[in-house]
């Protein structure tokens, strides 16, 4: 099976501005999760979408956003960059299934810079 | 919420060593994982081990839930183990595991 595959690898963007990141989960895997990765804070908890459903959310501003469509692929959003939101953006794929156990496969990351 | 605390945070070794890795959680966990994380930043699953203990290769893994820890050992270590290790735990229904800070470990040949 393919992995899971995060587009695009690498962004530039200037303060303001709004990104669009995408995540293609492994086929057949229904969950899927974000995680922001910076220096000072380590790997943070953003989402988790199953089913077109937010399930939960980490602490973040209202400008981080996300969704997740009928064939699993997800997207978040970010808008009004800030120079803090400079990080490594990892999408994790899981199963899902209801009582089985939550194995997480990552993706490579989207390294995002704001200039 | 849970807090999840590795130990050593950096970890030096000679090629051909071997090395204990600590991962300590505040709170009763379901699902727990080890990953290795390369410099591309890509993480690797090592283990999935909310119990119990599992090999593979040069790799095992020990977690004991009821006291709330997990170890990662690394035999003979080679420069390819380099990296940062990560341990990340979730409980059941919260739909989000907690990472560890990471042991980063550098394996000089």
């Known amino acids: 099976k393919a992995g899971v595959t995060q587009t695009p690898r690498y962004l530039i963007k200037t303060r303001g501005q709004q990104v669009t990141l995408s995540c293609s989960p492994i086929?057949?895997?229904?969950?899927v999760s974000w995680y922001q990765q910076t220096p000072g804070q380590g790997l943070q908890f953003l989402f988790e979408?199953?089913?077109?459903?937010?399930?939960n959310k980490g602490n973040f501003p209202g400008r981080f956003s996300g969704r997740q469509f009928s064939n699993s692929r997800s997207e978040m959003n970010v808008s009004t960059l800030e120079l803090g939101d400079s990080a490594l953006y990892l999408c994790?794929?899981?199963?899902?299934?209801?009582?089985?156990?939550?194995?997480?496969?990552f993706g490579p990351g989207t390294r995002l810079t704001v200039l | 919420g849970i807090q999840v605390e590795q130990s050593p945070p950096d970890l030096i070794l000679q090629e051909g060593a071997n090395s204990t890795l600590r991962c300590n959680f505040s709170?009763?966990?379901?699902?727990l994982q080890w990953f290795h994380q390369n410099p591309w930043g890509q993480l690797i699953n090592l283990f999935y081990?909310?119990?119990g203990t599992k090999q593979n290769g040069r790799l095992s893994a020990t977690t004991v839930a009821t006291e709330r820890y997990s170890l990662l050992y690394i035999s003979s270590s080679q420069t390819t183990d380099s990296g940062v290790y990560f341990c990340?735990?979730?409980?059941?229904?919260?739909?989000?595991?907690?990472f560890g800070t990471g042991t980063r470990l550098k394996v000089l040949a």
């Open positions: 709170d009763s966990v379901n699902n």
């Open positions: 086929s057949g895997h229904r969950s």
């Open positions: 994790a794929s899981s199963p899902g299934l209801a009582g089985g156990p939550t194995v997480q496969f």
């Open positions: 990340a735990v979730e409980r059941s229904g919260t739909y989000k595991y907690i």
């Open positions: 979408y199953f089913s077109e459903t937010q399930r």
């Open positions: 081990i909310p119990s």
